[in-house]
């Protein structure tokens, strides 16, 4: 038969490097493949569904499904995992000594229902006791003025989330001292500049996520994979096929990765870094698959229907097409 002609959307990582390259193929595809920043592929897959075959945020996925008006089915590929520890950004002149200092602080955000935002409200509340309605959400654009919520919430009460004002960004507003902190999945460029008084929540954040591991067996997924349903209704087997293709080329990505012998990517002591990751983490850190991120989907979904974000609590099955639920065997 001829393959289908799809379009897909990730961005430009070492474990999808093997399938861009053809390295690895996908049963029945001819991809097109767009390598574009999160920001624009989300923005385009939840407001148009200009992809076939797509990176997803994980919370916007979740707000969209439990409404029941997702144009995408998820398939178990998780492209963006990471501790956001790293991601709180502080005034370091405020007495923000602790986590829970932030209560009653102006926190910017470039959009509430980020994901990485939600898992960072999971272990502010867990660990500090912080509530979202402890503190003041300020919305908008890291670097440039007008960036909006790209889907519609209806929040609990008591939460505050109001819109920086015009012409403003969050990375000015921290710099300024109008913000107290930035939490989001970008750094703001004035902490990468080294403003003298913007630092990280967590003065060893790679400390306290490794600690927050080890007591919750969790890392983190950002970003799942989707499939434009109609596409999935005429052909039932395209999910597992992509399935398989993305896990082939994450598992070669690693490979190569453990190839010492000339290092793949360009930094010092990467195999120190692997060999650490595997010590806390086990070999497959980086899984793909339902059954080893059974517990992680789970804790993220409660979280995020307590927050009011989805508008029922989902069971992580319902985030993907029942033939990705599970594998065969050898």
């Not at 923000?96 to 994901?115: F, H, M, N």
């Amino acid at each position: 038969m001829n393959k289908l002609e799809l379009s897909v959307a990730v961005g430009n990582y070492d474990r999808v490097r093997p399938l861009i390259d053809g390295e690895v193929q996908i049963d029945g595809v001819d991809p097109v493949f767009m390598l574009h920043d999160p920001e624009e592929i989300f923005f385009r897959a939840f407001r148009h569904a200009d992809f076939d075959i797509t990176e997803l945020s994980l919370s916007s996925y979740t707000v969209k499904t439990a409404a029941g008006d997702c144009p995408y089915i998820g398939v178990p590929v998780f492209p963006s995992r990471a501790f956001r520890h790293t991601s709180i950004y502080i005034r370091t002149d405020r007495g923000i000594e602790s986590p829970a200092d932030l209560r009653g602080k102006r926190i910017g955000v470039p959009e509430y229902q980020l994901t990485a935002n939600v898992w960072a409200r999971l272990f502010l509340e867990e660990d500090h006791g912080l509530q979202p309605r402890d503190v003041t959400w300020m919305r908008g654009g890291y670097e440039e003025p007008g960036r909006v919520e790209k889907i519609n919430l209806d929040l609990p009460e008591g939460v505050r989330v109001e819109n920086i004002p015009e012409g403003e960004t969050l990375s000015g507003m921290l710099a300024s001292g109008e913000l107290d902190a930035v939490m989001g999945p970008r750094a703001p460029s004035c902490f990468m500049q080294g403003h003298p008084h913007v630092g990280y929540l967590y003065r060893d954040p790679q400390q306290a996520a490794s600690d927050w591991y080890r007591r919750t067996g969790i890392f983190p997924i950002m970003h799942l994979l989707g499939i434009r349903k109609t596409l999935v209704e005429r052909h039932p087997w395209l999910p597992f096929s992509v399935y398989k293709a993305f896990e082939q080329s994450k598992a070669s990505a690693l490979a190569k990765l453990s190839d010492t012998s000339a290092t793949k990517v360009t930094l010092p002591f990467v195999e120190d870094q692997l060999q650490a990751a595997r010590s806390l983490m086990g070999e497959d850190f980086w899984s793909y698959g339902f059954s080893p991120n059974r517990q992680t989907l789970e804790r993220f979904l409660e979280q995020h229907h307590a927050e009011g974000l989805s508008r029922r609590l989902l069971k992580p099955e319902e985030l993907f097409h029942p033939a990705t639920l599970e594998s065969f065997k050898i």
